[in-house]
């Protein structure tokens, strides 16, 4: 390759790093802006701060001082929200996932109308079952009530626990488990104690993913929630969508939710080529 | 004389600690079919690759036909090289796999559609032309990789142990294709292998290497009856040649071979100072289990007794297994007899047919 | 290889355990609100009016009528679309040519790549949030790079006041934080075909564009084909970034699909005509689905 083609490709990678981390350089500088800073045109802070994130604990402040907003709940209930509901419809997910898993790669189950209908839940989008779903909840007094959620998430994503894991467990040699059951092992044990082990790394992927996926997920938060069962996504919206164009709150917003998000993108970084072509190609 | 087509000249190779490829040198004149013979990891491979640009060599140079070609990259250097794993265009047809690299030379398509035919024909590969590469049995797979290599008219062909993975049955038949092909169209050839009875069936040369170095090089028949020393002989032949630890005894002015209690003329004397040097001392001696001639009593002061260990009826061989005091000797014998196990029997060696090896060097001395 | 499977049947553990809880999710959660959403659909229902849905009276098929002829709901329809095809392209294309050039080694490149990837890890939100924050009218696009280029006229410019530029900033967003998707997809892909196959095109005299167009692409056809079909039912479905970044604006120019379906239903509540698009668009779905699995791997 000669020295310019190389130089072309060299500039071109630097271009995308630059694209890929300006606009999180700026929202990291804008969250520790103070008020008056939230207009400039350069990114450091001149006189930086932690008002904005502290707003966001105590959004009672901000009325009087830019103007009338609508928010007036602190961001702590959403953000433990959001673990709960996120953190159980996973792992319900994922167990979920890893049986169905289990009998569709060593039997022929379930149904293929079961396996059809999860991939349907992926493939539509949220807004055209959301409508019924909220009649549904409504008149089972599930509206605004974490199990609502967990269970709508985990319902919508245990596809993905399916597809992973079954790359994984297909990977385990059958003739282990027969070994298994040969010296007297019951079924259970044999699920438990020989597959289940050996499949770790899927689940860790499966669940990661799956993760991910749910923290992030707003339309079905914002429909079916309302005070008690807020995700933080839903807070989020409100932030945006508040009177008084609360900048550096905005910012400090968006820093406080991307956390475990990268935390959790960053483990599962080395598992992530392997799981997608993992799950594409079987 | 044939031009010399490939030269290579104090090739050698190293990753990290080790050495791959060991100063090795060697040519190969044109229209030959020269092979590099080894066991696994003797740097056959790697050497090959050099020569194909593949790898970068540490030390050394490669000549393709007088020119330097030791930097230049595979494209460059007028080579062709089949994998031992095939590797066609599974996507592509056989018709574009053997034409692909006449496309990338910028021939005219009516040429390319010559020349493809003329191949394909000679290879047996006129029905499979329309059939995706991937979908095709594994012989035929390697057929369309030879054609392939073949139809760019490359200097030298370079081949890396291309049978290995084709069925055994059609092994045979494949062998005798290639030389054939080989002779018909005058290509010159450099061919990996560690199947030694491969290379003794095809070559013209072979050079047999270990750890990376060269042991020696010559026509099969060179290499089986005069090896250089114990490693060519033991690879070389089938059953492998019997090497056992004998004294050399100097009894008036003649240098004879003590084995247990038996001793044997050297009729072929050897150099007197090498008959100097080693008498007295232990040697080794090797001889084909085919040159030996078995007997079911002593008729001459030079038979051996041996137990006999375990007898194999192959068809029209038979293979002796023999132990001699504490070593185990093979002896092959194309007349069957009833020979029982556990009797014995008696060998007599022709000294002639013997190689003598330095027992430390392992070196042949004569 | 399609698993390790028996022909046997399998032991009521496995059957329990394999069938029970995915199918409680499945049909407690969605299946009887699917079943319910046909029903909803036919109905007339409006739940401020004060009574419940089963005693609403039934509509017949005026619902889906109105579908047809409400300009809203097609242009909707239109405007996601064409954001699908403009945002899978585009990706594709940018993802393509970064995997081409990030195949080869070189010092860093792994640093490269964490860093490529990462915005996949963001929540849509919050994507939304930041380009919502960049498009500001006197945020850094145009306070600072705008500015360099066109001087002061620069804050002059409103993104979301105009509709061509508020659709633009939604395919940014969109771009931004997908094209590592694609690219992932490509890379790991073009990174699995056998070096074999590379040399052996070497060894024939292929230089590295040829063996990239003849004999990578050509091999990972089927995965490209399965990434652009995730990304595109992906795509269609862009709710967050149009909720949060634009609302639809201005006025309902950015308005997507999604977006459209969730006022009907929330803020109207207009609930049996929102089943009734709900369900004409789920149609319009399988069907297309249904024809792209037959095209793509069942006719020959």
Redesign the interface.
């Known amino acids: 390759m000669s020295i310019i083609t190389r130089a072309i490709k060299y500039i071109f990678i630097g271009f995308c790093l630059l694209w890929v981390l300006i606009p999180v350089a700026w929202i990291v500088c804008l969250a520790f802006k103070p008020y008056p800073e939230w207009r400039v045109a350069y990114f450091l802070p001149k006189d930086p701060t932690l008002s904005n994130f502290v707003i966001l604990f105590e959004p009672k402040q901000i009325i009087g001082m830019m103007g009338a907003t609508a928010i007036v709940d602190p961001v702590t209930r959403p953000f433990i929200n959001s673990i709960i509901v996120v953190g159980f419809s996973t792992i319900i997910a994922v167990f979920a996932g890893f049986f169905t898993a289990y009998g569709a790669s060593r039997y022929n189950t379930p149904g293929p109308f079961s396996l059809f209908f999860t991939l349907l839940t992926r493939m539509l989008p949220p807004a055209t079952f959301v409508t019924p779903i909220m009649v549904y909840y409504s008149n089972l007094k599930l509206l605004d009530t974490h199990l609502g959620l967990i269970l709508l998430y985990a319902a919508v994503t245990v596809t993905y626990g399916i597809w992973i894991l079954k790359g994984f467990i297909d990977n385990v040699p059958r003739e282990w488990e027969e070994a298994a059951l040969l010296e007297g092992a019951t079924h259970s044990q044999v699920i438990f104690k020989v597959t289940l082990p050996l499949v770790k790394s899927g689940l860790v992927v499966a669940g990661l993913f799956i993760f991910l996926l749910n923290w992030a997920e707003l339309l079905f938060a914002l429909v079916l929630t309302n005070v008690n069962a807020v995700t933080l996504p839903v807070h989020i919206s409100k932030y945006v969508g508040a009177v008084g164009q609360l900048y550096g709150p905005q910012a400090a917003l968006g820093i406080i939710s991307s956390l475990i998000p990268l935390i959790i993108g960053y483990i599962i970084q080395k598992h992530l080529v392997a799981a997608f072509t993992f799950g594409m190609v079987r | 004389m044939a031009e010399v087509k490939l030269e290579v000249k104090n090739l050698t190779k190293r990753f990290g600690e080790l050495v791959a490829v060991d100063n090795v040198s060697f040519e190969v004149r044109e229209g030959e079919f020269f092979s590099l013979l080894g066991p696994s990891g003797c740097g056959k491979t790697t050497t090959l690759r050099c020569i194909a640009g593949l790898e970068i060599p540490d030390e050394g140079k490669i000549f393709i036909k007088g020119r330097d070609v030791t930097m230049l990259p595979p494209q460059q250097r007028g080579i062709s090289l089949v994998f031992q794993e095939f590797a066609v265009f599974p996507h592509m047809s056989v018709y574009d796999n053997l034409a692909f690299g006449l496309k990338i030379r910028g021939l005219p398509k009516d040429e390319i559609r010559r020349k493809v035919l003329t191949i394909a024909e000679s290879l047996h590969l006129t029905d499979y032309l329309g059939v995706k590469a991937g979908k095709l049995g594994l012989s035929e797979q390697q057929r369309t990789a030879l054609g392939r290599s073949i139809a760019v008219e490359p200097e030298v062909l370079l081949l890396d142990e291309p049978l290995t993975l084709v069925d055994a049955k059609v092994k045979e038949s494949m062998r005798r294709e290639l030389r054939r092909l080989q002779k018909e169209l005058n290509i010159t050839i450099l061919y990996v292998t560690h199947d030694q009875l491969e290379a003794m069936m095809m070559s013209d040369r072979i050079a047999v290497m270990n750890a990376g170095r060269i042991l020696q090089v010559g026509s099969p028949m060179e290499i089986y009856e005069n090896p250089k020393n114990v490693f060519v002989a033991k690879f070389i032949g089938s059953p492998t040649i019997n090497i056992v630890e004998a004294k050399l005894e100097k009894e008036d002015d003649m240098l004879k071979i003590v084995l247990n209690d038996v001793k044997l003329d050297i009729e072929k004397k050897l150099p007197k100072e090498i008959g100097e040097k080693y008498a007295g001392k232990n040697i080794l001696i090797g001889i084909r289990p085919e040159d030996l001639l078995i007997f079911k009593e002593k008729s001459s002061p030079y038979d051996i007794k041996c137990s006999v260990d375990m007898v194999e009826l192959t068809g029209n061989k038979m293979e002796l297994h023999l132990k001699l005091g504490e070593m185990s000797i093979r002896a092959l014998s194309t007349i069957r007899f009833d020979i029982e196990e556990s009797s014995e029997i008696y060998l007599r060696i022709h000294p002639e047919k013997t190689c003598i090896f330095d027992r430390e060097t392992e070196e042949r001395i004569a | 290889?399609?698993?390790?499977?028996?022909s046997?049947?399998?032991?009521k553990?496995?059957?329990l355990?394999?069938?029970l809880?995915?199918?409680i999710?499945?049909y407690?959660?969605?299946?009887?609100?699917?079943i319910?959403?046909i029903y909803?659909a036919f109905l007339a229902w409006n739940p401020a009016a004060g009574y419940?849905?089963w005693q609403a009276p039934l509509a017949g098929l005026s619902n889906f009528a109105r579908a047809f002829s409400d300009a809203r709901f097609i242009t909707a329809l239109g405007r996601t679309v064409l954001f699908t095809l403009v945002v899978v392209m585009i990706e594709f294309s940018l993802g393509l040519?970064?995997a081409y050039?990030?195949l080869e080694e070189f010092k860093g490149k792994r640093a490269?790549l964490?860093?490529?990837?990462?915005?996949?890890?963001?929540?849509?939100?919050?994507v939304?949030?930041?380009?919502?924050?960049?498009f500001?009218d006197?945020g850094?696009v145009n306070?600072?790079f705008l500015?360099a280029l066109i001087g002061d006229a620069a804050t002059q410019m409103h993104w979301f006041l105009s509709p061509t530029t508020a659709f633009v900033t939604l395919l940014i967003a969109d771009i931004?934080q997908w094209t590592?998707f694609m690219f992932?997809?490509l890379?790991?892909?073009l990174s699995?075909v056998?070096k074999?196959?590379i040399?052996?095109?070497?060894?024939?005299?292929?230089?590295?564009r040829?063996i990239f167009w003849r004999?990578q692409l050509?091999?990972i056809?089927?995965?490209i084909i399965?990434a652009l079909v995730l990304r595109a039912?992906e795509a269609?479905?862009v709710?967050?970034i149009a909720?949060?970044?634009t609302?639809g604006g201005p006025g309902t120019s950015t308005e997507t699909?999604?977006?459209y379906?969730?006022r009907v239903?929330?803020e109207y509540h207009d609930?049996s005509y929102?089943?009734a698009?709900?369900l004409i668009?789920?149609v319009i779905?399988?069907i297309v689905?249904r024809v792209f699995i037959w095209y793509s791997f069942e006719r020959r």
Not at chain 3, 1 to 6: D, H, I, K, T, V
Not at chain 3, 8 to 11: E, I, N, R
Not at chain 3, 128 to 134: E, H
Not at chain 3, 199 to 208: D, F, H, M, P
């Open positions: 290889m399609g698993g390790n499977r028996l046997t049947k399998p032991p553990l496995v059957s355990l394999a069938n809880p995915v199918n999710l499945l407690v959660t969605l299946i009887v609100p699917f319910l959403m909803l419940e849905w040519v970064l050039l990030l490269v964490s860093i490529i990837i990462y915005p996949l890890m963001l929540p849509w939100v919050v939304a949030l930041i380009f919502y924050l960049l500001q006197y850094p306070n600072l500015k931004w590592p992932l997809i890379y790991s892909g699995a056998s074999r196959l040399e052996a095109a070497q060894v024939l005299g292929a230089s590295s040829t004999i050509p091999l056809r089927p995965l399965i039912l269609f479905k709710f967050d909720y949060v970044m609302g699909l999604s977006l379906i969730y239903a929330i609930i929102a089943a698009l709900s668009i789920l779905l399988v689905i």
